[in-house]
């Protein structure tokens, strides 16, 4: 443990959080504080770590679980990330991690889904000594970040299979889902499938992001090859390439369904993309 903020959170709850410096994670431990429990961040460079005050931030890596032991002393709530270490390999610690949670007394697991099966998730959905819950959130709000700088420098959105629909969800409803299955009872052994409250084409995202930033953008349609070489410009290997290409082309119907476990579980309504822009409009903005 190589960096401790003050805590002054007292409820008998303490949650660990890894990939807590990640998207999902931050939200995770945002929404714990908020919701007045104890949180440990765990990241694998303390010293440059980040976090809110009443965060107790501690060193470890996923992929070497024995050195975790510390780090889940007093631990009643665990959220996992399915990959680690520097290249963000699928972990193949899982049951490593698990034993040291149960050994530590925690009661509660959530995993943010890897978008497929992945070891460590498989070994979550085994375990019968841990009230598991995995979250399966949609494409991110976030996601709509890597645009922000055509928009700056050319009020444009460049991209294909622009009629694609999406239930895009805010991070923080993740964060928020998450928090709820970790400190309460009655989300065991559950997998929530997490979307905003509206399934959006690109067109109609674009024009949001340019309601929240108070001026025209451009939608302009790229051609599959287009897109091809863009990606490979990139530095996009052919795999992430063909997952692109299907994921955008053939949007799996999860991929645009709304769902309501965002208010089922939070008790309040998903977070509209309008909302999430109004938010970060400065990002889209010279």
């Known amino acids: 443990m190589t960096q401790t903020q003050t805590d002054t959170r007292a409820d008998g709850q303490s949650i660990l959080v890894t990939g807590a410096s990640g998207t999902v994670g931050r939200q995770v431990v945002a929404e714990l504080l908020h919701r007045g429990h104890r949180v440990r961040a765990l990241t694998r460079d303390a010293a440059k770590a980040r976090f809110p005050d009443g965060v107790e931030v501690v060193q470890g890596d996923l992929t070497e679980p024995d050195g975790l032991a510390p780090a889940l002393e ?140 108070g001026r025209a953008v451009a939608l302009v349609e790229l051609t599959e090859d287009e897109a091809v070489a863009r990606w490979r410009a990139a530095g996009h290997d052919d795999g992430l390439i063909g997952f692109l290409l299907e994921v955008y082309g053939n949007t799996p119907e999860a991929g645009y369904t709304v769902v309501d476990t965002v208010e089922k579980v939070t008790g309040r309504p998903a977070r509209s993309f309008a909302e999430w822009a109004g938010q970060h409009a400065h990002a889209f903005t010279a």
Do not use: C
Not at 155 to 179: Q, T
Not at 188 to 196: D, K, L, M, N, Q
């Open 74 to 213: 007093g631990v009643t709530g665990l959220h996992l990330i399915a990959f680690g270490g520097e290249y963000f390999a699928p972990l193949e610690t899982g049951p490593r991690i698990l034993e040291l949670a149960r050994a530590a007394g925690v009661r509660r697991v959530t995993v943010l889904h890897g978008g497929g099966p992945t070891p460590l998730e498989d070994a979550v959905r085994a375990d019968d000594g841990l009230d598991w819950t995995v979250l399966m959130p949609v494409e991110f709000m976030s996601n709509a970040l890597e645009w922000a700088a055509g928009i700056v420098e050319r009020d444009e959105v460049r991209e294909p299979f622009v009629n694609r629909l999406s239930a895009m969800v805010h991070e923080g409803d993740i964060g928020a889902v998450a928090a709820v299955a970790l400190t309460e009872e009655g989300h065991g052994s559950r997998e929530y499938v997490i979307t905003g409250p509206q399934a959006l084409t690109l067109a109609e995202k674009t024009a949001t992001i340019a309601g929240a930033r």
